[in-house]
């Protein structure tokens, strides 16, 4: 069984940092593009940032891009996300998904087409 387990969320000021990793287990993660997605309260599901298999293709949304950096363990089954400078409009719940094909290497995630497993998540409220 797939199971995604968010973890590092929390309240933080305007400016601040956090660092969210997800603990996977229940297939080979070295051979997934994992994603970090979101949603705020009242909208839909935004795709953040997205990590091939072995790290060689990222990508990230624009709202995000240069203020977030995705990685990952492939030896821990751990992805991560180091969120900083944050601001207001960051405040969400965050996802971690797993891409439904092995070995793609598509790190953009357009819908929940392309994902067949994901978080409960774990919640970023960035607030003064």
């Known amino acids: 069984e797939v199971q995604l387990v968010e973890s590092g969320g929390g309240l933080v000021q305007p400016g601040g940092s956090l660092r969210l990793s997800c603990a996977a287990s229940?297939?080979?993660?070295?051979?997934?593009?994992m994603y970090w997605l979101r949603q705020a309260p009242g909208k839909g599901l935004e795709w953040v940032s997205g990590?091939?298999?072995?790290?060689?293709?990222?990508d990230y949304a624009v709202s995000v891009k240069g203020r977030f950096t995705i990685s990952r363990d492939n030896a821990k089954n751990s992805l991560y996300l180091q969120l900083s400078n944050l601001k207001t409009e960051d405040t969400a719940m965050y996802f971690c998904a797993k891409r439904c094909q092995v070995a793609s290497l598509v790190t953009y995630c357009r819908d929940e087409s392309c994902f067949d497993s994901r978080g409960q998540g774990t919640q970023v409220t960035v607030s003064s």
């Open positions: 990590i091939s298999p072995r790290a060689g293709n990222i």
């Open positions: 229940g297939f080979t993660f070295s051979m997934y593009t």
